[in-house]
C-alpha cells in the first residue's frame, strides 16, 4: 500500500501529547491522519488532517469513526474495545490488536497472562471485589504488606495502593482487583520494544526511572539505565519475549522491576509510545514516535540505538496553580546545553497535571544528570 502522499488514513483513538508527537511524524511522512479525542481541545487538534470530537469509550462513536480509515491505532487504552474487535472483523486493520488491548486493559487478565505464557512477574492473588480481600487476610490466604492494584482504569498510580494493615482498605473502590507482593526493588526499569505484521522486532536501550527520595513520583528517565550489562540483556530478553508472547503489532513498552537478586520481573506493559521514550525524539536514530508509525504500516523498523545520552524531566503542574499555564523560567533552560521543552498545548494548568517534558542531551551521561537537575530547580510550571 502507498502511504505517503496519497489517500491512506491513518486513524488515531485519542488526541493527547502522544497523539501530537506522533503527528509530528505522520506530517514529516505526509500521512494522512484522523484523530477523534472527546476534548476540543485536544493537543492533537492543530496537527491531524480530520478531527473529531467523540467519546472513545462509546461503542457507535469508535465504529463509525473507524469505518472511515485504512488503519487503526490508539495513544491511550482507555477505548471501546468491543468496537476495536468489531472493526477488525470488518476487515479494517487495528494495531495494536483488540485482543492484546482487551488483556493489557485489566491487570488480572495481564497479570495472568505473564503467568500462562512463562514470563517473570511478582506472586499475585485475583479477587473479583475489594471486599473479599479482608477475608483472605482474616483466613491466612494472604499476608501483609501487598499491593492492591484496581484491575481496570487506573493511571498515574491512582489505582494503586500499598496496604500494610486492615485499616489501609478502607475506602478502596470495591472492584475487581488484585493483591500483588509488594517487590522490594532497587530499580525501576523500561524497556519499549517495536514489532511490525512481518514479525520484524527490536528492542531499544532499557532506561531507568530516578525517584525523588521523598516524595514517591518518577524525576528523571535516564538513557542508557546506569546497571550492568547483564542485567540490561536480561531486561530486553525479557521485554523481547513479552512482545512475541502477545504477538504484538506497533510498541509494547515494557515496565520492568531490578530485584535486590538482579531478578527481573514484569510489572506492566502499554502497548503504545510511552512516557519512558520521550528522550528517543532528540537522544536515538529513530524516535519512538517514527518507529510506532513504522511498525503499524509494516514498514522496515528503524535503528533503535542511542546516538547521545538522554535524560527526560516531566514537566507537571505545579501545587497551588490552577489556570492559564506559564512556564516560568523556560527561556533559562533553554540557555542550558543539550537541552529541549517539548510543550503539549494544554491552556490551562492544574497540580500534577502533564503539561510538557524537557529532554537533555549530552554525551556524558553524567553531565546530562547535573544539567537535568538544574533544569528541575529552574523551571515552573503556574498559572497566572
Ligand atoms: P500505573 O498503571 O498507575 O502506572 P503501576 O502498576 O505502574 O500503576 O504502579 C505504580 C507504581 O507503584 C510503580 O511505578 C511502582 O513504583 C509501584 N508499584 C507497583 N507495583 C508494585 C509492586 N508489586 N511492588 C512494589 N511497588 C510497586
Request: glycine content about 6%; hydrophobic content about 40%.
Given at each position: ?15 493527547g ?22 476534548s ?36 491511550i ?12 472483523k ?24 505473564y ?46 495502593k500499598?496496604?500494610r494493615?486492615?485499616?489501609?482498605l ?47 513520583q518518577?524525576?528523571y ?11 540490561a ?11 512475541k ?9 515494557v ?6 537478586e ?8 502499554a502497548?503504545?509510545p ?28 528503524g535503528?533503535?540505538?542511542?546516538k ?34 517539548h ?10 497535571r502533564?503539561?510538557g ?24 510550571v503556574?498559572?497566572?
Open positions: 500500500m502507498n502511504y505517503f502522499s496519497s489517500n491512506f488514513k491513518l486513524g488515531i483513538l485519542g488526541g501529547q502522544l497523539g501530537k508527537m506522533l503527528l509530528n511524524e505522520t506530517r514529516k511522512f505526509d500521512i494522512q491522519t484522523h484523530v477523534l479525542d472527546p476540543n481541545e485536544a493537543p492533537c487538534k492543530i496537527a491531524c488532517n480530520l478531527f473529531t470530537k467523540g467519546d472513545l469509550m462509546d461503542y457507535d462513536t469508535v465504529v463509525n469513526f473507524g469505518r472511515q480509515v485504512d488503519i487503526l491505532t490508539f495513544e487504552e482507555n477505548v471501546n474495545v468491543d468496537a476495536l474487535e468489531t472493526l477488525e470488518e476487515g479494517i486493520k487495528v494495531y495494536p490488536s483488540s485482543k492484546n488491548l482487551r488483556v493489557i486493559q485489566n491487570k488480572a487478565k495481564q497479570k495472568l497472562f503467568l500462562d505464557h512463562n514470563l517473570p512477574t511478582s506472586e499475585f492473588s485475583r479477587f473479583a471485589y475489594a471486599s473479599e480481600i479482608e477475608d483472605a487476610i482474616l483466613n491466612g490466604g494472604l499476608k501483609f504488606p501487598f499491593v492492591w492494584k484496581s484491575a481496570q482504569f487506573g493511571y498515574d498510580g491512582t489505582g494503586v500499598i496496604v494493615a486492615l485499616e489501609d478502607k475506602g478502596l473502590p470495591n472492584g475487581e482487583c488484585i493483591a500483588e507482593e509488594l517487590v522490594d526493588f532497587k530499580n525501576e526499569l523500561a524497556v519499549i520494544v517495536a514489532r511490525n505484521p512481518n514479525g520484524e522486532i527490536k528492542t531499544y536501550p532499557v532506561v531507568e526511572m530516578e525517584f525523588h527520595p521523598e516524595a514517591n518518577v524525576e528517565v535516564i538513557c542508557p539505565a546506569r546497571i550492568p550489562n547483564e542485567v540483556e536480561k531486561a530486553q530478553e525479557v521485554a523481547l519475549n513479552a512482545s508472547a502477545y504477538n504484538h503489532v506497533g510498541l509494547l513498552a515496565e520492568l522491576f531490578q530485584t535486590k538482579d531478578d527481573i520481573l514484569i510489572n506492566e506493559v502497548p503504545r510511552h512516557n519512558s521514550g520521550h528522550q528517543t525524539i532528540e537522544a536515538s536514530y529513530t524516535s519512538q514516535f517514527e518507529q510506532h508509525v513504522r511498525a503499524i504500516l509494516n514498514l522496515p523498523l535503528n533503535t540505538n542511542s547521545v545520552g538522554g535524560i527526560m524531566v516531566n514537566l507537571v503542574g505545579a501545587e497551588g496553580h490552577t489556570g492559564d499555564v506559564i512556564y516560568e523560567n523556560i527561556d533559562a533552560i533553554m540557555k542550558m546545553d543539550g537541552v529541549t521543552p510543550i503539549y498545548g494544554k491552556r490551562q494548568t492544574r497540580p500534577f502533564k503539561m517534558h524537557v529532554t537533555i542531551v549530552n554525551e556524558d551521561l553524567n553531565a546530562a544528570r547535573r544539567i537535568a537537575e538544574e533544569v528541575k530547580k529552574t523551571i515552573k503556574i498559572s497566572k
